[in-house]
């Protein structure tokens, strides 16, 4: 069973930066894709962002796009996500999930796999951007 573990969230201000990491134990992220979700208050769950577990290819939502950066530290085991020019409607709780891909190919085209459908879940850190 792989074990997904967040840190690196905490309080910043408007314009700030954070680095999140998900690390796993005992097994390697190489070959997982990795994913990004977030949670506010009252929302959805949405997913920022991914990469895929076959070839590195990064993947971005548009409401963080230019501002994350996703990447990948076999040797550490860890999948970072580097978001800068935090705002306020960032606030909310990070999640790392893993699969076997970001996307699924359904009814003859890819989209990206909802949260119903990644296997493995880390529990979360906090994210407050203060205003």
């Known amino acids: 069973q792989l074990q997904l573990e967040e840190s690196g969230g905490g309080l910043v201000q408007h314009g700030g930066s954070l680095r999140l990491s998900c690390a796993a134990s005992k097994f390697t992220l190489e070959n997982y894709a990795i994913a990004w979700f977030r949670q506010a208050p009252g929302k959805e769950r949405e997913r920022v962002s991914c990469i895929s577990g076959a070839d590195d290819s990064t993947y971005y939502a548009d409401s963080m796009k230019g501002r994350n950066t996703i990447s990948r530290d076999n040797a550490k085991h860890t999948v970072t996500l580097q978001m800068n020019s935090l705002k306020p409607e960032d606030t909310a709780v990070y999640y790392c999930?893993?699969?076997?891909?970001?996307?699924?190919?359904?009814?003859?085209?890819?989209?990206?796999?909802?949260?119903?459908?990644?296997?493995?879940w880390g529990q979360g850190t906090q994210v407050t951007v203060s205003s």
């Open positions: 999930a893993a699969d076997s891909s970001c996307h699924l190919w359904v009814g003859g085209s890819y989209r990206p796999r909802t949260n119903q459908e990644y296997r493995y």
